[in-house]
C-alpha cells in the first residue's frame, strides 16, 4: 500500500521533469528563430521601407537565399502591416517551374532563366519575358577538418586535384609547396561533395574549370561529375560529415563554415596575398563579374578566374526572377515594394550578418532601376 | 472454430453453395445492405487509387523514356537535367535491393526473438514493457534515425569494418578501403533498427493467438518450453512471421530521409558491400527531385515505378508463399 503512492509521485516528478525539460528545450528553439536581428531592424526599417500593396506575395525557389528571404520577410512585414510574403525554399528547378506555371510572384534562383525558359515565360508575361535580378551574392568555402593544421591556402589546381582523387594525402608536395610552415600530417583526404544536384556544385565547378581547365576537365553543372570521394545530402549534410571526419575536406555556403566552425581555406588565386572566404572578399569577387543579360535582364556572368586583390572567386549569385512586363496586377504593387526593400542599401546590408555578400554597387543601382520600370 | 461466425450471420435463409466465401451476398437488412454498399465502395475506391496512380506513373515513364539518351535498365549514370538526359536504374535497383536484403538477414531473427521472448518467455510485466519499448522504435521519425545514423552510428562502426576487412576481406565483399563508413551495409544496419518494431510486433501478435490447446497437449507429452515453441508455436506462426517480414520489407524498400543521410550516394557499383557507392530509388528521389527540370522530373518518376513494381512483386511473392502455407495457420484462412 506504501509503495504505490511513492512510485506514482516518482512516475509525477519524472513525467514534470521531461515535460518541463521539453518546454525549456523548446523555447530556446524559438528564441534562436526570432533572435539576432529582430532587435536592431525592426524600429529602423519602418522609417525606409516603402509600403505598397496588401494582401499575400508568393515566392518559391532558391534554397541558398533562404537565410537572406528570412531576414527580409520579416523586416519587411515588420514594417508593412496587412501584408504577407510567402517565400518557399523548393530548390531552384521547382522554384522556376512554379513560376513560370504563373503560381508565383518571383522566384529565387541560383542560376539564370534559360533560353527556352525565357520562351515558356513569355506566356506568364503578357507582353514581356522573365528577367534575371542579381540580388544575393555568396561565398562558396571550402572548409576542411586536420587536426593540427589551422590556416591551409590552396590553389584551383590543387582543389580540382584532391576532389577528382588525384592527390590522396595531406602531405602531398602539392600542398606542401603552398603551405610550406604548415605541419602537415599523412592523413588520407576525405573530399565530399554533395550527393543532390544544386546550384552550389554548379559555381564550385564553374571556378575549378575556369580557373584550373587542365587538372578540372569536367563541363560544369549542377550534379557532381569527378571521381571518387564521399557524398552527402545539401550543404548542411556535407559540413556535418566534414566535421565529424579528420582529413575530410568539402565545400558549402560559407554560414556553415562559420556556423559549424570548421576552418576554411584561403585561396592563392595568383593576387599577391591568399584571399580569405570572407563576405567583402566575395563582394570584390562579384564586381570582377560582368552583366550579360540584354535589356532589363541582368543575368551576369562571373570571373571565377579573376586574379583581382582580395576577390574571392568561388562565389554563387542567386537572382531573384521576375517578369519584366506583364507581371500579375493584384501582386505587383507588393512585389515591387519588396524588391525595392531588398535591393535597397538597407536591405543588401542586412545581408551580411547571416553570411551572405551584397551585390556591389554599380549592379545593384542596375537592379533597383529595373525593379522601378516593372510593370 | 470457423463454423460459429458464419452460422449466426445467416439468419433464415442458407445459401448451400459457398457459405464461408459470400455471406454478404444475401444482405437484406438495410443495415446489411448499408455496410456492404460501404464495404464495397471503400474496396472499388483503394482499386481506382492504385489504378490511378499506376496510369500517372507509367504515363509520366513513357514521356522521360522517349527522352533518354541511355538504357533505362543498365546505365550506370544519372544526368536526367543535362542534354540530351541519360538515366539508368541499375545502381539504384541494386542499391534497394541489397540493403533491403541486408535490413531483413540482421532484423528478423532478432525480431522474432523479441516476439517469442515477450509473448512465452518474459514475466507479464517486464514482456509488457518491453512489447512497449520496441513498439516506441516505430514512433521515431526517419529523419531522426538518419542523424543518429550520421552522427553516432557511422563514427562507431570504423572498428567493425576493420575487423570484418581483416577476416573476411577474402571474400571481396567485406574488403572495407578507409573513409567514414557510410556504405549499403551501414544503411543495411540501419533500416534493420527501423524495421525492428513492425517485425516484432506483428510476429508477437502471431505467437500469441497460436492455439493453447495444443501448447498444453504438447506439454503434457512432456515437451520443453523449445519444443513446444518449435512445434506449436512456430510452425502456427510461420506465415505472419513471413507478412511482419514482408511489410518489414516494404518499409525498408521504401525508405528515404534515414538512408539520404546516411549514405555516401555514388552511380557505381562496388563489390565490396562495405566501400562507398551505390543509392537508392527512395534516396536518388528525394536528392534529385529539388532541382530537377521536366524531363529530370519524369525521369526521377519512372524510376519511382520501378520501385512500385518491385515492390508488388515483393508482396506478390510473399502471398504465395503464405498461401502455400495455408494450412497452418487459422489466421489466413
Not at chain 1, 66 to 86: F, L, P, S, T
Request: glycine content about 10%.
Amino acid at each position: 500500500m506504501k509503495l504505490q503512492p511513492t512510485n506514482r509521485l516518482r512516475a509525477i516528478a519524472v513525467g514534470a521533469a521531461v515535460v518541463s525539460g521539453a518546454l525549456v528545450l523548446t523555447a530556446c528553439g524559438s528564441d534562436d528563430n526570432t533572435g539576432g536581428s529582430n532587435g536592431e531592424s525592426s524600429p529602423k526599417a519602418a522609417s525606409n521601407i516603402a509600403c505598397d500593396g496588401e494582401g499575400n506575395l508568393l515566392a518559391s525557389g532558391s534554397s541558398a537565399q533562404k537565410n537572406a528571404m528570412d531576414i527580409w520577410v520579416k523586416n519587411y512585414q515588420a514594417a508593412c502591416e496587412g501584408v504577407e510574403i510567402n517565400y518557399k525554399p523548393t530548390g531552384s528547378g521547382a522554384g522556376i517551374q512554379e513560376f513560370l506555371q504563373g503560381k508565383t510572384g518571383f522566384a529565387g534562383s541560383d542560376s539564370a532563366l534559360k533560353e527556352d525558359e525565357v520562351e515558356q515565360s513569355k506566356q506568364v508575361c503578357e507582353g514581356g519575358q522573365g528577367i534575371n535580378l542579381p540580388m544575393v551574392g555568396g561565398p562558396v568555402a571550402v572548409g576542411y577538418n586536420l587536426s593540427g593544421v589551422d590556416d591551409l591556402t590552396l590553389d584551383a589546381e590543387t582543389i580540382a586535384k584532391i576532389f577528382d582523387s588525384k592527390i590522396t594525402k595531406w602531405d602531398d608536395p602539392a600542398i606542401k609547396k603552398l603551405n610550406p610552415d604548415a605541419d602537415l600530417p599523412s592523413t588520407k583526404i576525405q573530399a565530399f561533395h554533395r550527393s543532390d544536384e544544386s546550384g552550389t556544385t554548379d559555381n564550385f565547378t564553374e571556378y575549378l574549370h575556369a580557373a584550373a581547365p587542365d587538372a578540372w576537365k569536367y563541363e560544369p553543372a549542377k550534379a557532381w561529375a569527378g571521381e571518387g570521394g564521399q557524398s552527402a545530402d545539401g550543404s548542411s549534410g556535407v559540413a556535418t560529415n566534414v566535421k565529424n571526419n579528420d582529413g575530410a575536406i568539402g565545400y558549402f555556403e560559407l554560414s556553415y563554415a562559420t556556423g559549424n566552425g570548421i576552418p576554411t581555406v584561403k585561396l592563392d588565386t595568383g593576387a599577391p596575398e591568399p584571399v580569405e572566404a570572407t563576405v567583402e572578399n566575395a563582394t570584390k569577387a562579384i564586381a570582377a563579374g560582368k552583366v550579360v543579360g540584354e535589356g532589363n535582364d541582368l543575368a551576369m556572368e562571373l570571373d571565377y578566374a579573376t586574379k583581382a586583390e582580395g576577390a574571392y572567386p568561388i562565389v554563387l549569385v542567386t537572382y531573384e526572377i521576375v517578369c519584366d512586363k506583364g507581371n500579375n496586377k493584384e501582386s505587383l504593387g507588393l512585389t515591387k515594394s519588396f524588391l525595392t526593400y531588398t535591393a535597397s542599401e538597407e536591405g543588401q546590408s542586412a545581408l551580411a550578418d547571416a553570411g551572405y555578400a551584397p551585390i556591389p554597387d554599380e549592379i545593384i543601382a542596375k537592379v533597383r532601376t529595373t525593379i522601378d520600370s516593372l510593370s | 472454430m470457423d463454423i460459429a461466425p458464419t452460422a449466426s450471420a445467416t439468419p433464415t435463409k442458407s445459401p448451400p453453395g459457398g457459405p464461408a466465401e459470400k455471406p454478404g451476398g444475401s444482405a437484406n437488412r438495410p443495415g446489411d445492405r448499408i455496410f456492404l454498399g460501404l464495404s464495397k465502395g471503400s474496396g472499388i475506391t483503394l482499386l481506382v487509387i492504385m489504378a490511378a496512380i499506376a496510369v500517372f506513373l507509367t504515363w509520366r515513364t513513357l514521356v522521360a523514356l522517349a527522352e533518354n539518351e541511355g538504357n533505362f535498365l543498365t546505365t550506370f549514370e544519372w544526368n536526367a537535367n543535362a542534354d540530351p538526359p541519360v538515366f539508368g536504374i541499375a545502381v539504384l535497383a541494386y542499391g534497394t535491393i541489397v540493403s533491403s536484403i541486408i535490413a531483413m538477414v540482421l532484423a528478423v531473427p532478432v525480431a522474432v526473438g523479441i516476439a517469442l521472448f515477450i509473448s512465452h518467455y518474459a514475466p507479464r510485466r517486464l514482456a509488457a514493457s518491453l512489447g512497449y519499448v520496441v513498439d516506441l522504435l516505430a514512433a521515431v521519425p526517419s529523419i531522426i534515425y538518419g542523424l543518429w545514423g550520421a552522427l553516432f552510428l557511422v563514427p562507431h562502426l570504423t572498428g567493425l569494418y576493420e575487423w570484418l576487412d581483416q577476416f573476411f576481406g577474402w571474400t571481396g565483399i567485406f574488403s572495407y578501403d578507409s573513409g567514414a563508413p557510410r556504405s549499403l551495409f551501414t544503411v543495411g544496419i540501419l533500416l534493420a533498427i527501423m524495421i525492428l518494431p513492425i517485425v516484432s510486433n506483428v510476429s508477437r501478435e502471431v505467437f500469441k493467438q497460436s492455439p493453447k490447446m495444443q501448447e498444453e497437449a504438447a506439454l503434457a507429452l512432456g515437451a520443453t518450453r523449445w519444443e513446444v515453441i518449435k512445434m506449436a508455436v512456430l510452425p502456427f506462426g510461420r506465415s505472419g512471421v513471413i507478412s511482419a517480414s514482408m511489410l518489414g520489407l516494404g518499409r525498408a524498400l521504401g525508405e528515404t530521409m534515414a538512408v539520404a543521410t546516411v549514405l555516401s550516394p555514388n552511380f557505381l557499383i562496388n563489390a565490396s558491400l562495405l566501400n562507398h557507392g551505390g543509392g537508392t530509388f527512395a534516396q536518388n528521389i528525394a536528392a534529385g527531385f529539388k532541382e530537377a527540370g521536366d524531363i529530370g522530373r519524369d525521369a526521377l518518376i519512372a524510376s519511382g515505378l520501378v520501385l512500385f513494381v518491385i515492390t508488388l512483386l515483393v508482396n506478390g511473392a510473399a502471398r504465395l508463399i503464405i498461401a502455400r502455407r495455408k494450412e497452418y495457420s487459422g489466421a489466413n484462412a
